[in-house]
């Protein structure tokens, strides 16, 4: 199965003054991907957060390939890398519209209850995750 894309411009406001993503944005990129990611596979962050899941990012690591600029139409890949018990990583890839690579990266979430206990991953997740799986 294909990766999850989610679509993005690259805004004014998202750039530095030599007209290129400022490094700590595509983290928030990266977290607007999966939050689509999710919802594609039938439940809102903010679903699970009512029924007691959070997914706090414990690591994160990302290589910075090549600048994305202003205007820039950018596909966010997203797909699971680890569904385990409490735990649940993504690998990304952030391509700009001529296909060049911007940015690899892996997030590494811990499942918890909002009062920050560790929790297994709802159940139902870990089977729409299982099948995705990419080493």
């Known amino acids: 199965m294909a990766n999850f894309c989610h679509p993005h ?25 999966r939050g689509e990611f999710l919802r ?14 959070i997914f706090p990012v414990i690591e994160a690591r990302l290589r910075y390939k090549f600048p994305a600029r202003y205007d820039d139409l950018l596909t966010i890949e997203v797909w699971p890398t680890l569904v385990e018990k409490v735990r649940l990583n993504f690998g990304h890839r952030i391509l700009n519209q001529a296909g060049k690579l911007i940015l690899e990266a892996e997030t ?28």
């Open 40 to 53: 594609s596979l039938g439940r809102t962050v903010l679903a699970l957060q009512d029924e007691d899941y």
């Open 108 to 135: 590494f979430h811990a499942c918890t209850s909002r009062l920050e206990k560790p929790k297994r991953l709802p159940p139902e997740m870990v089977e729409k995750l299982t099948p995705l799986l990419v080493a």
């Open 9 to 33: 411009r690259v805004s004014y406001a998202e750039c530095t003054v030599g007209n290129h993503i400022y490094h700590a944005r595509y983290l928030d990129l990266l977290e607007a991907a």
